[in-house]
């Protein structure tokens, strides 16, 4: 068993090899004025601590370790491996990576080594091996950070190669591999695996308007699992340098920091990995706060524990189009979300400001003046003296919800791969929506992947379940017997977990579950829409798909108002055991769906965590003290604290809470109920 | 003499080698119930007929077309040649193509074969042969159907050495090569035909907004050269299939599938070498019935005889943004149009919905569910049933039509690649203009070459015939002086066979036929238009392109409102010899073009085919037994039937329509007169 | 000392090589009558003067000169070294360049020659030798053209080794490199000069919207070095041909001819090794006239002295988007606003268009119809006789100006190469907005270098001076502490001339000069703004970027709306020395900088160059004569004749203008005050 961080980490990114050394004493000082009392190091510097082949050299980074250990920061360490040194592509070209268009890359920006690269893995474990052994033991070391950002594709001939192993290993056989890509379509079929070629713009990916990493391929099947092995290689980076790590200091947690809902990995596989998971949380000007909270709650559900928050700008970024400044309090609120969501940690991007390079415009703790008296310096002052206040009362506090969300990469491989029925159709807009229903009432969610225990839910919901894998249908059909509430709808249950469709009638192996089979599924474009009739007598507007549904043993709970298929079921609910499946058939408006879900938590009993309406954010976490309640207003308006919170003790300000307080714009209360 | 079809084929494309032999039986029956008469096989087997170089297989083609005789179907046979098996790509990688941007392909999706690939001829002329001696004199294979939908480009060394040969061969002598693409200018002259390279991104294309396909180059005569160059390479490889079958089967049809207005290939010389025209029909959801209709109109026209419709869907697409359903009804009408355009088969893609590739969303006969018990098989059976029995009266019969529009592929490629005068202006645009009044007003079109035999028709029109070849207008002048009406305009005559320009005065060899001269060309951008005030008084817009002309015998018919040129000739009129021609100087809005073309029309007396307005489509075709009148409501709203109708037999109900019976949307009468 | 022009050339580009020479003849008429007096030939005939490696052939161009001067046309001789022939990259691919996409283009198009290719260098220099040797001593021969049009970027192994080469000369040890481009940001410090690599798509360009020639990087640094080097290396090949010519002609101009705000290169550079400026106008049909105004102020300010109207178009274009005619009166009004502006010759792309290639479409004085009965000739000819009548007493005479607006290509990269804050900002989008302002008061003003002699203006506007290199900081203070006025504003002082900030505060050295500190720089996405509240109680808009100011000695002149920083400063005025230094720190509307540039002019004293109001156009020049007015309608509505100019005589009508006369659009008056 590992060690668990004995404080909440408050730090960030550091990067002093960037700077002359008069400098890292400044630093020293305004980071115990800012009450940072950590930082993550060593995250780009292979080039100077192995400066060429048969060199390595440690004794700046000795230097810097010693710093920050005399000024008693605790060290999350980075092993430097996500950005090629000069020297290495120069000598060995095959490290870098082939991009979607074939295109090998010479040396140049970061995250661009090919996982496949035995050059790439050598040099890898080389140098993981003596970060190990040289800082391993370090007491001011308490966190591993593996590469950064892991990420991106590579098309070479060396992941060609590994591409067919995986094949072999997964299929066995060349007939099985046909099967499953469906090879006799267009007449694909291969004999030989050496045939198999990476789905890229040469080969499988059709030429169209989507952005780079989202391009289109003439066999999912194939591309899906080109994803899958791309993961897995990376994965196998990953595992690679935990490994070695391992080999010299079994007692630090190891970590790499993810990205959300980033689509490259696959993060449940990955997590599995992981001791502790950490991420980079990089919303833009205008992403709603209950987007936000739902990747929270991703990266909580990739473990169902705590999380690191590695990275996050304490002003604002440089790679967005519009670079919006964080307005006061906002970076404040924003912290305490994320703390609510689960974070043990609360870290910035970065701790002083680049002065070149493309992220110099990134905000940072020390901004360009150097200086403590900044707006900002002062916002991560004043939290910083919060975090050490109270932040030892949260960490490791855990967080219990009645309701799940399913979340699955091969699905969201699967539905954007897909050609047709509406291009329109995005997996995480999709699941985001239905986020953003149970975000509004307060109710704790847990984003889970499809093998979770469900039995821990009242309610889960699965929209777009498009790929419905082994087992999967019998695990929901058990949940849902068992009493549970299953809210699943259109695109769901098409294919199985190669791209082929579930034959016999749409929604597939989920079909007796929601008792209806959706004969056909209508695309609207942009400019048409539907109506949704309730029973109730109520109206909303949907569009996008409009699944045509008979009944199988469903009710109906709602129907359509127009087009040919006008009066037959859009919203269906179907009793199943002891418990109800809701299928909804075509993308409701916000209302709509609202009505619907209305109905499916009433049924499963599901409520906000303080049983009251409110539309402040109210988020909570449970400690062995008791359940850490956190109060954020996150609206435009002013807004009266929740009555239950009348009397209490705000942890923050020390005060108590008064009935009809009321809370401005991102201001925040936290209360031990 | 080949054999006609002896009834209307009614079936579609059918992979049945993706499935296990349980389902063929299954189809067997589900095609009796829906009237399903033929099936097309073998469209993408290559691969499953020859899985190594040396290696045919036919056991499994041979127990598909066993079947399917059995159950008493006619078989379109494909020769599977449109996709590279894998290992033909891994052992000879130049049969692959290289793309616009130089890159050479890999295995991979479809129609992927370099035209001018020895290699890939040797193989296609193998398979071929044993195709067509094996099942050549099978008494159910009723068509050849070579390769599919044959298209794009291929820019590899043998293609550019085949297009140094093949210039060699138009012209003769390099100074000929010189002068007909203008070298001088830019300083591009060529002393040696290894001098030539393919125009591509990489030498003459020129980097734009352009989609694919529809490049930007410095040298339109090259490029327009190209694209008769590659359209005759894969031209050759047809011609290499059928003389190769026709080696073994002098009875047989054969055909290839085309795809209406796709520009790559210039159909109407390829229809000479067809022994009967098939397209492939894909409207999307927004797509005018008078454009589906002008398609239909040009793939007759190709060789002015009946044509088989290969494909289209039965419910829905999938590569298109929105892949709206087919509302009830509609399959039916959009049928009975293509039939009524001169359609003898009516073919789906697909008789079956495939469990995985990219297609597997695409509509088909027997859906996922596998069921007859579908809205979709209800329909296409029902529509079988027409087919089935009244059929046979129509096949063969002939399209009567006194207006032509013309239609050539040269002047789609060269007003496309000229550089300005605006970059909105696209020929087929242009085209459909023109169609949509003569088929608001049923009279009956035919899309004509340039070569045709003008003095069967009393109005020709001919919208931007920016391309005025050798003896073009003579052939135009001859027409008008013996009394046609010739309806011409801006954009007209003014490049040769190699895109220079006629000097002189624009329209060059058009201006003693339109008597007038256009000094400039104003190009009005989107935000901009002018007034056409026509000589009664009343007016319309116009815009994009403004000719300023100048009378030089013909009669002002409109003048513009405003610009410097307000008060100048916009529309004229001229008398040569015993016809007219107009010109139009600027693209008018529908109102302003259907006012033109009502004086024509009038002056032409050309007229609808039932002499009687309506809103409704009535299309016609001439059989032995009469005209036979198709009346179709592709309208939002009921509307009556043509008086004309009235106490006559409705075919399809076999009841006698009545005088103000109405029609409903996609309701169909078909009666004889 | 050179020859000057001893008349205003009028003329253009001349290609008598695409014609029959019959045609040339006609041509000398027609130039006649159109009162062209020059032509510039031999733009692009490389291939046709070599037609083989080892062939010169000279005879078609002698008799293109023989024919000129017999017609006693003034020549301007071209070196025809812009477009390869077509044998050279045949038989020497290397001439030809690497695309930012790492292609290797073939034989195409023009601009097309590695400028770091010995062989290509090595025919140029041998072909320039051989031309200059020829027609250096011609007396018709009044100026070389070299090149045509320069630009573009090559990314070949060639260019790669010169860029190593550039840089160690440049920067002497690998130590200074890494330091200049922030090398240990994401790790990249190098230990040998090999291991830099070009900056493009395979290394550190960042994919994403931008159009091609304007991509992102993720090393600002490296890509200004490399856009440094590359207009240096053009520069090279632009010496190398100048410095051939003068080994046989020390007497005659020698030019290339540049166009306006193009990107690529340094112009203010190259300007140093021209004799003198050219360049070519092509305004878009939606250009505003200040925009026009400013390109050519800007040529002007390169060598501070009169330039060439090397191109123009007569009619239309043919490669913008719409290529709108210009109206009667627009060209003649153009080439007077030109000469105006400081050029002392009109020349005009094309005398006669091509019948053949992309540019068949452009506009030229003699027309596809080969007469001279066109608007376009008729406009051509009395422009003619116009100039040929007053133009000698016009030419060689200066610009005075009282204000300066900076420009420099260093600052031009940088701003759009860095990521962040704001992606829609665009540096000659913001210089534009200040130049407007002065144009519209009918102020002069000259566009300066970074270096120029400030004291020579009343006021120095220097909008977004992003880069402020060595020195500049303290010339700038050195102005104003003199007495001048600066106005500047935000993104001013940010980074040195290798892109890495000045420490310790925004806006850096110009800190004490601008007396704020700009703490933080806001984002505004476009559907944001803020507003500007003036100490006078008026108000504005703002957007974009918002800088939070402190003040530190300077006065608050506006102050910000909204947002958290409503109140604070948002545009200051500093009093330094004698002068004043203005900061405008946002973005304003249109006449929230007016308002800001009024004050500034009111307080230095700049004024109107006839101090009087008036929405015409009116510009003036100095001739040894005295001052030489030139005022044009531009405006869609008549106005009045400003009063200072009643009584006075038009040299174009030669009448006496009467005070109160009214000017139509594109009306030109020209006085002698």
Redesign the interface.
């Known amino acids: 068993m590992k060690a668990k961080f004995n404080k909440m980490l408050y730090g960030g990114d550091y ?1 002093p ?2 700077w002359p050394k008069d400098v890292w004493q400044q630093d020293m000082e305004l980071f115990d004025k800012a009450g940072i009392n950590s930082a993550t190091i060593n995250v ?5 601590i192995q ?2 082949e048969e060199v390595y050299d440690f004794r700046e980074l000795d230097e810097i370790v010693d710093t920050l250990a005399k000024a008693g920061k605790q060290i999350v360490l980075a092993t ?1 491996t996500a ?1 090629l ?3 290495m592509v ?1 000598r060995y070209p095959e490290v870098a990576r082939v991009d979607y ?10 995250h661009n080594a090919c996982p496949n690269s035995p050059v790439y893995r050598h040099f890898v474990k080389e140098l993981t091996a003596r970060l190990a052994e040289r800082y391993g033991s370090h007491e001011h070391v308490v966190c591993w950070h593996i590469n950064n950002e892991y990420g991106g594709e590579c098309y070479c001939e060396n992941c060609e190669k590994a591409f067919r192993v995986w094949l072999r290993k997964k299929y066995g056989t060349i007939e099985a591999l046909n099967k499953a ?2 090879l ?9 695996w ?2 198999v ?1 990476l ?1 890229n ?7 169209g308007e989507e952005e ?1 990493g989202n391009e289109k ?5 194939i591309s899906i699992d080109y994803r899958r092995f791309n993961s897995d290689s990376i994965l196998d980076n990953f595992r690679l340098e935990r490994d070695t790590i391992q080999q010299y200091d079994r007692d630090t947690l190891v970590t790499t920091n993810l990205m959300g809902t980033y689509k490259g990995l696959d993060y449940f596989k990955w997590a599995k990995e992981m001791d502790i998971v950490s991420w980079d949380n990089y919303p833009s ?2 992403t709603p706060w209950s987007t936000v909270a739902m990747w929270h709650d991703l990266m909580r559900g990739l473990k169902n524990a705590p999380f690191m928050l590695m990275e996050q700008t304490p ?11 964080k ?2 309090g906002q970076m404040r609120a924003q912290s305490w979300q994320t703390v609510a969501h689960g974070a043990d940690t609360i870290q910035f991007f970065q701790l002083r ?10 905000g940072a703790v020390i ?5 403590d008296q ?3 310096f002062r916002e991560v002052a004043q939290l910083g003296e919060e975090l050490n206040r109270i932040g030892d009362s949260i960490i490791g506090s855990k967080t219990e919800s009645k309701v799940g969300i399913m979340f699955d990469w091969d699905n969201y491989w699967a539905l954007e791969y ?7 159709l995005k997996y995480v807009d999709q699941i985001t929506r239905y986020y953003e229903y149970f975000y509004s009432k307060n109710m704790s969610v847990d984003l889970i992947p499809v093998d979770a225990d469900f039995s821990r839910y009242d309610l889960v919901a699965a929209p777009v379940l498009y790929m419905v894998k082994e087992g999967m249908a019998k695990a929901l059909e058990r949940y849902v017997a068992e009493g549970g509430t299953l809210v699943t709808g259109f695109m769901s249950g098409i ?1 199985n977990e ?9 929604p597939g192996p989920l079909r007796a579950l929601a008792g209806i ?1 959706a ?8 400019e ?1 829409s539907n109506e949704i009739l309730f029973t109730d007598g109520t109206k909303a507007c949907c569009g996008l798909l409009c699944d ?1 549904l008979h009944l199988e043993g469903a009710e109906e709970i709602a129907r359509y108002g127009s ?2 298929y006008a009066g037959t079921p859009a919203v269906t609910k179907n009793a199943f055991g002891k418990g109800y499946t809701y299928y909804v058939g075509s993308v409701l408006s916000e209302d709509g769906l609202a009505k619907v879900l209305d109905l499916a938590c009433d049924g499963a009993g599901v409520a906000s965590v303080i049983g009251e309406e409110t539309e402040l954010e109210v988020t909570r976490r449970i400690s062995d003290a008791g359940a850490v309640y956190f109060v954020m207003n996150f609206k435009d308006q002013e807004l009266p604290l929740p009555t239950v919170f009348a009397g209490k003790k705000d942890l923050l300000s020390g005060q108590t809470m008064e009935e009809g307080e009321m809370l401005g714009k991102y201001d925040v209360r936290i209360a031990v109920l």
Chains 1, 2, 3 share one sequence.
């Open positions: 990067n090899e960037q780009f510097s292979w080039a100077r400066p060429a430097s950005a040194p000069a020297w120069k268009e074939g295109r090998r890359h010479k040396f140049g920006q970061r890509w469906n006799t379509f267009w007449g694909h079929n291969i004999y030989d050496d045939e070629v789905p713009a040469l080969s499988e990916g059709i030429e780079p391929t003439a066999f999912a099947g000007y205008d002003s604002q970024q440089n790679w967005q189009p519009y670079n919006s400044l307005k006061p400001r680049s002065v070149g390079g493309c992220e110099k415009f990134h901004g360009h003046a150097g200086s900044t707006r900002v897909t050609s047709g029925p509406n291009k329109d294919v190669s791209d082929n469709v579930h034959l016999g009638g749409y089979w004969e056909e599924i209508d695309a609207l474009a942009p048409q045509i087009n040919f």
